[in-house]
């Protein structure tokens, strides 16, 4: 049996199965992932920018590099691996997405079980922390007319409403996506590089607790020696083999 008939005999026999994303699988929509050959900003690297000591140091730079890749989100529409995904959500009881993109297109796709872990970079939220600004709120306006926004409460400046290196995850939110991890019977990990914890250590959790565990990505990651099960290819490819696959076997 190849690796893909593995896959969907898995899928197909699963109760619950919970799916962790990354950059990859908005690649197809034109969307750079971090740490790829065309994931350079200036030539920065995430683990630079995307810090609360980068942000306090210079928030304009940082606000621009959220500006663009804002920009470059507008213009894209999600794909086919967002479409499968958002209709497993959607049809199949116990399907839950972990997405550690901030880009949406998961929403956009509709999907409904949906764990958003390092937030969304359509939402803001003031940097001084004021009463009424603690809060993120949506802020669409693409591009801002003003950089780095000021808080319309406080006039402090405001930051994007993501997660960024050395802060913590929304305990509620790690809680729901460790939750996830631990009760599937299947766990996907597609298109991230597996190195960003904690995301990179739910696979471990689910297969801690018994879940067999697939790794879709067309390199090999930090994750594909602990897998049970690493289909080399594209998310925009694999994903619908796989629905079609279960589709034909219903
Ligand atoms: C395709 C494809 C196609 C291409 N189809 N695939 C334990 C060990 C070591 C370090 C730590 C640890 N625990 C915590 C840390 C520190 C740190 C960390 O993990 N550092 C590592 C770099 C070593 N983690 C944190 O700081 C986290 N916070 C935390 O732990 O807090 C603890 C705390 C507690 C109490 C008080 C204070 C602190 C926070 C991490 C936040 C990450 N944020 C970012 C930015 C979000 C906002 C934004 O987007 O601007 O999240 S960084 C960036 O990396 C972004 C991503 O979500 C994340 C993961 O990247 P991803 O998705 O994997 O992308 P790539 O580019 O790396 O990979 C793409 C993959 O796609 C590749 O494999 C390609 O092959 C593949 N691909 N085309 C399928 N078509
Ligand atoms: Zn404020």
Redesign the pocket.
Known sequence: MGDLDRAIERLRRAGRITILT????S??SGIP????DD?LWKKVR??TI?TPEAFQHDPKFVWEW?DW?RSVILDAKPNA?HDVLGRWTRERAGVTVIA???DGLHERAGAERLIRL??S?WHVRCWARCSAGREDWLDRTVPQPRLPPLCPHCGAIVR?G????????DRGVLAEATLAAEECDVFLT???????????GLVHHAKHQGAFTIE????A?EASAQVDLAVRG???EVLPALDRGLLSRE
């Open positions: 990354g950059a990859g699988v690649a197809a992932t971090f740490r790829g994931g995430a683990e995307a959220y890749r691996a550690q993109n901030v390092h937030g970079i994007p993501v997660v960024w290196f050395g802060e913590p995850l597609v298109g991230t590089s597996s190195v960003v914890y904690p995301a990179a879709i990505n067309p390199d990651t594209k998310a925009e």
